[in-house]
């Protein structure tokens, strides 16, 4: 059996069929890409406040927590699903604030996960000789 050539009109519509869900494919995988760093930006401010809540004079670790869970739902409510706050303390009185989540999903099954740590020097008054 010959083979059958497309012609213009033929040849366009099945160009048209490829290439628009490639390019549609492409700026949803790049707005996915550009959600997907500011919600790293967002999770890394939780995680700077949380270790500054938890290492000011007077701090504790469960007022770095509450402070990182209360920057994420200021600004990242929309953005980060499924956030994990946790703090630590760590050898030489270091506080350890880590921040984790995954990124709202634009693009079906894409789900990229999201982290940030902070450690910081607890601060405490001493009295000088």
Same mark, same amino acid.
């Given at each position: 059996?010959?083979?059958?050539r497309?012609t &213009? #009109?033929?040849?366009?519509?099945?160009?048209a069929?490829?290439v628009?869900p490639?390019?549609? @494919?492409v700026?949803?995988l790049?707005? +996915?890409?550009c959600?997907?760093?500011? !919600?790293? %930006?967002l999770?890394?401010?939780?995680? %700077? =406040?949380? #270790? +500054? !809540?938890?290492?000011?004079?007077?701090?504790s670790?469960?007022?770095?927590?509450?402070?990182a869970r209360?920057? @994420?739902? *200021?600004?990242a409510?929309?953005?980060?699903?499924?956030?994990s /706050? #946790?703090?630590? @303390?760590?050898?030489g009185?270091? /506080? *350890?604030? =880590?921040? %984790?989540?995954?990124?709202?999903?634009? /693009?079906?099954g894409?789900?990229?996960?999201?982290?940030?740590v $902070?450690? &910081?020097? $607890? +601060? *405490?008054? =001493?009295?000088?000789?």
């Open positions: 059996m010959p083979r059958r497309l &213009g #009109d033929e040849g366009s519509v099945v160009e069929a490829i628009i490639a390019a549609m @494919l700026i949803l790049s707005v +996915q890409v959600l997907w760093a500011h !919600a790293s %930006t999770v890394q401010a939780a995680a %700077t =406040r949380g #270790d +500054q !809540a938890a290492c000011i004079e007077g701090g670790l469960a007022s770095g927590i509450a402070e209360s920057a @994420l739902a *200021e600004t409510n929309e953005v980060v699903v499924n956030p /706050v #946790d703090a630590s @303390l760590m050898p009185d270091q /506080v *350890e604030v =880590r921040v %984790t989540g995954f990124t709202e999903s634009i /693009v079906p894409v789900h990229f996960a999201v982290s940030a $902070r450690v &910081g020097s $607890r +601060q *405490e008054f =001493r009295a000088g000789n």
